[in-house]
C-alpha cells in the first residue's frame, strides 16, 4: 500500500463551484499534514498545513481525520486560477521525510 | 531573502555519464531535502541532509549520493545514469524542525538520452 494515495482525477469544474479532494495515508503515527499547489512544469508550493482541528484559509478549508487516516480540501467558489495539481503531503515514520500522494489535476473552465 | 536556489536548470546528459545538481537553501534553513519527480508522479524523497549527515534515506540505489556543506548548500551526485533517471529533481529546505513545511527550489530537469 502507498504511504500517501490520491484520486489523481482530473477535476472538470465551471467556475464558481466548490470542489473536494481526498487523500488517505498508511502511517497512524504521522503528526504532520500539507496540502502542496503545483503548477505545470514548476515546483509545487505550500497552499496550507492540515490541523487536527481542521483549518481555513479563505476559499480553501482543509480537514483531518486521523481515525480513518484521511485528509480532504475543500475549495469554494473555484477560479480559473486554481487549475493546478493539488499534492496531499505526509510525515514518513521516521518523522523527517515528507511523503506526497501521485497529486490530484484540477482544470477549472470558464 | 534569498528563496532556495538550484542549478542548472536544464541538463541534458547519455545514459552511462554522471551528474552533480547543485542547491542552495533559504537564508535561515539548516536541512536540505531531495526529491526526484517523474512526469505525471507526486515528489518521491531520495534524502535529506542536516549538519552535513544523510539524516534520512529513501527507496533510491547507492548511485545517488550527496553531500552537505558547512554553508547548509547540497549537492546531488547520480552515477551511471538510466533512461529512467529522466526526470525534475527538486530541492527542498527547512529550518530543521520536524513538522516544518518544506520550501522548494525551482528545480532541475534531467534528461537521459
Known amino acids: 500500500r502507498k504511504e500517501v494515495e490520491q484520486d489523481p482525477g482530473p477535476f472538470n469544474v465551471p467556475e464558481g463551484a466548490t470542489v473536494a479532494f481526498n487523500c488517505t495515508y498508511s502511517n497512524s503515527a504521522s503528526q504532520s499534514f500539507f496540502w502542496y499547489r503545483q503548477d505545470c512544469r514548476k515546483e509545487p508550493k505550500l497552499l496550507m498545513s492540515?490541523?487536527?482541528s481542521g483549518n481555513e484559509d479563505g476559499r480553501f478549508t482543509a480537514q483531518l481525520n486521523r481515525a480513518s487516516q484521511y485528509i480532504s480540501l475543500l475549495i469554494r467558489d473555484s477560479k480559473l486560477s486554481d487549475s493546478a495539481t493539488y499534492l496531499c503531503?505526509?510525515?514518513?515514520?521516521?518523522?523527517?521525510?515528507?511523503?506526497f500522494g501521485k497529486g490530484t489535476s484540477l482544470l477549472v473552465t470558464p | 531573502d534569498a528563496g532556495v536556489t538550484q542549478s542548472p536548470t536544464h541538463l541534458i546528459k547519455t545514459r552511462g555519464q554522471q551528474v552533480t545538481l547543485r542547491c542552495s537553501p533559504k537564508?535561515?534553513?539548516?536541512?536540505v531535502s531531495w526529491y526526484q519527480q517523474a512526469l505525471g508522479q507526486g515528489p518521491q524523497f531520495i534524502f535529506q541532509?542536516?549538519?552535513?549527515?544523510?539524516?534520512q534515506r529513501g527507496n533510491f540505489p547507492d548511485r545517488f549520493s550527496g553531500h552537505q556543506f558547512p554553508n547548509y548548500s547540497s549537492e546531488l551526485n547520480v552515477n551511471a545514469l538510466l533512461l529512467g533517471d529522466s526526470a525534475l529533481y527538486l530541492c527542498?529546505?527547512?529550518?530543521?524542525?520536524?513538522?516544518?513545511?518544506?520550501?522548494f527550489g525551482n528545480g532541475t530537469r534531467l534528461t537521459v538520452t
Open positions: 527542498a529546505s527547512t529550518p530543521g524542525q520536524n513538522n516544518s513545511p518544506l520550501h
Open positions: 492540515v490541523y487536527s
Open positions: 537564508s535561515g534553513h539548516d536541512t
Open positions: 503531503v505526509v510525515n514518513g515514520d521516521s518523522g523527517y521525510a515528507l511523503n
Open positions: 541532509y542536516y549538519e552535513e549527515e544523510e539524516r
